[in-house]
């Protein structure tokens, strides 16, 4: 199974960047769409951006795909999130999760395997 492990959250201010990283230390990276999810306080995990294995299909969430980027280095065996221009609703706990397929899906319940979650928190 992966094992995934989130780095790179932290405290930074209104309209800084961050740039989120999750490795997979156990299984073959490539056999996995990976997604990225986030927990603001008080809600619930919601959808960020997805890609397939290839890294060829690329999904966001539509209020955030101006200033986010999702990508994957094979190599690496890592995907990163890229966020630019940050505001406090972007304050939340981000998870990395993998599933065995094609499709990089948007739904938490298709991902078999979860990181245990970066905290970032953007202050105004």
């Known amino acids: 199974q992966a094992q995934l492990a989130e780095t790179g959250g932290g405290l930074v201010q209104a309209g800084d960047s961050l740039r989120l990283s999750c490795e997979d230390s156990?299984?073959?990276?490539?056999?996995?769409?990976m997604g990225w999810f986030r927990q603001p306080p008080g809600k619930g995990r919601e959808f960020v951006a997805a890609?397939?294995?290839?890294?060829?299909?690329?999904r966001y969430e539509d209020s955030v795909k101006v200033r986010l980027a999702i990508s994957r280095v094979q190599a690496k065996n890592t995907v990163y999130l890229e966020m630019n221009n940050l505001n406090p609703e972007d304050t939340a706990v981000y998870y990395c999760?993998?599933?065995?397929?094609?499709?990089?899906?948007?739904?938490?319940?298709?991902?078999?395997?979860w990181g245990q979650g970066a905290r970032v928190t953007v202050s105004s």
């Open positions: 156990e299984y073959p990276f490539s056999i996995f769409a």
């Open positions: 999760a993998a599933r065995r397929g094609v499709v990089p899906e948007i739904i938490p319940g298709a991902y078999e395997f």
């Open positions: 890609i397939s294995r290839s890294g060829a299909e690329i």
